[in-house]
Structure formats: C-alpha cells, structure tokens
C-alpha cells in the first residue's frame, strides 16, 4: 500500500488549499481534488464549466434582478431548477456507493447522497451570488439559507431557512431535522441549538472525507480507505485517531515502517486509551518484523 508520487503531489495540493490563510475556499476545488484520487485523468476544467453552467441557469431562474427579493420564492425557484429540471435526485437505491460522494461522478450520474447533493446546492448557490451553507446534523447534512436582505424585510417564518437538499430541496423546520435525527438515531440524540451552525469548508471537507474511509471500510476496501486517511491527515496533521487508523491499516501490508510511524505517536500521546495495549503490540510485532527483514537483508 506503498504511495504513488501522482497521490503525494494530489495530496499535497489539497493540503495547500485547505490550509491557507483563505479559510473560505471553494468547496467545489477541494472535492475534485479528492475525485481525482478516484479519477486520476479528471478533467476538472470541464466539470468547472458545467458548475458555471449550472450556475448560470440558476441565475435565470431565480431571476434577482426582476423580481422582488423573496426568499421562500428563491429556494422555491431553485428546488424546480435543480431537481425537476436539472434532474438531479437522491440515490435511494445505493446510498453507500462511493462514487454518489465524488463530485464528478455526482454530476455525471445525477444522483447523489445528503452530503454531496449539498454541496451542489451550496457551490451553484454561491455561483449566483446566494449565501446558502452546509449544516451538520448528526448522521445528516442540510443547507442553511442567509438571505442578504434587512431582517424587518423578511416575511416572519422565514427567518431561518433551512433546506433538505436529499428532499429535493425542500423548506423545512427545525422539528423536521430533528425527526430526521431521531430516524437516524433514535432517541439517543436530542437536538441541539448548535447543530444548526453553519459548517466552515474544512469542517465541510472532514465529513466527507470521513463518510468516504467509512464507505470504503465497510466495503473492505482498505486501500482506498488509507488514501482517503492521507488527505484527512493533511487536513489535521495531529489527528491520532486518523493516524492510528491509517497505522492500522498500513500493518495490514508491508508498510511496516509507515505503520510503525503512524502507531507510535498514538502511543506516545494517548497513553490511556483502551485500545493502547493492542497497539502496542501490534508496534512490537511489526519492529521485528523490520528487524528480521534488516537481519535478512544483511545477510544477503
């Protein structure tokens, strides 16, 4: 599970983006870079055009500079755009198809999961000049509408618009996002005030990344699912459970000395975690495995 120099260079761009002083980077230029990981012969630049042309007819179709600024008309405007028009729609039969997170196979395909439909609806709403962010339900994601009009010029019920882009983009209320925490989870969640905070885009990018290495796990793809630990790892270079993660898998080669570089800070750091003696001596195990590979090496 050794790097490729194409992986190390992606990553590395990714990392420049999402680290620099621009903590508002697109969203749109991060996610293909992580589709490139998956599509090494992307061609972001068409991709880009067909997000601009999207936006565009957006535009058209909200119409801001004919029509009287009304909010619930705008996220009406946009649910027929993009869902009726466009075509887009959820992916109910697969949702845990990685390639519905991709945001190239997303357009191609025209289907998508809560997560990646959001994004759409966040980038094409920045496009035509909107400020609609993600928000980050437990097990959910949802957009939040923040119109660029005076308060008092608002009608009253609409001044907190959220939108549920996996319903077609459809207005919906706070007991709503709760019902659809409690789907999900139960009743082991109780709703917070905080949930509803808008996601900044590394926050943003960590979730999907997140929901990607735990797509690529269930499906017992565990090379694909350390690819994906790299860019997290970019994102927070001191994050110990990703690099534990990652350590583990690499064990699982012959990434010995990756493995071992990524388990002993874990060690080092977490010294009271559950799991610290198996890592441990899993960090045992693979120093003599090194070592009789040295020991073999020296021989020859």
């Not at 050794?2 to 992986?7: L, M, W």
């Not at 907190?160 to 983009?169: K, S």
């Not at 969640?189 to 590394?202: A, M, S, T, V, W």
């Not at 796990?217 to 565990?222: N, T, V």
Request: glycine share 6%.
């Amino acid at each position: 599970m050794r790097n490729s120099e194409s992986h190390d260079r992606l990553v590395s761009e990714f990392a420049e983006l999402v680290n620099s002083e621009n903590s508002q980077f697109s969203l749109s230029s991060a996610a293909f870079l992580i589709a490139k990981e998956n599509n090494p012969g992307l061609q972001t630049e068409l991709y880009e055009q067909e997000l601009s042309r999207l936006g565009s007819g957006l535009v058209e179709a909200i119409r801001l500079d004919t029509l009287r600024y009304n909010a619930r008309r705008i996220i009406r405007s946009m649910s027929v755009f993009l869902f009726r028009e466009c075509g887009f729609v959820p992916d109910l039969e697969f949702p845990d198809d990685p390639l519905n997170i991709y945001l190239d196979t997303m357009l191609d395909r025209k289907s998508g999961v809560a997560i990646s439909l959001t994004l759409l609806y966040c980038e094409l709403g920045r496009r035509a000049g909107l400020d609609i962010r993600p928000v980050g339900l437990p097990g959910n994601m949802i957009c939040r509408f923040y119109p660029t009009v005076a308060e008092h010029d608002l009608e009253q019920e609409a001044s907190e618009i959220l939108i549920d882009p996996y319903a077609a983009g459809k207005n919906i209320r706070r007991q709503d996002a709760h019902i659809l925490i409690r789907n999900r989870f139960g009743g082991r969640i109780q709703l917070e005030d905080h949930y509803f905070d808008p996601l900044e885009p590394r926050q943003f990018m960590q979730r999907l990344l997140r929901l990607l290495k735990t797509i690529y796990l269930q499906r017992g793809d565990e090379e694909h699912a350390a690819l994906i630990i790299d860019f997290l790892v970019a994102m927070y270079p001191w994050d110990l459970d990703e690099m534990r993660d990652r350590g583990m898998l690499r064990a699982k080669t012959d990434d010995a000395n990756e493995a071992i570089g990524d388990l002993e800070p874990y060690l080092r750091y977490r010294p009271q975690a559950r799991d610290v003696g198996t890592i441990r001596e899993i960090v045992l195990s693979l120093k003599e495995h090194v070592q009789l590979e040295n020991d073999s090496a020296m021989l020859d």
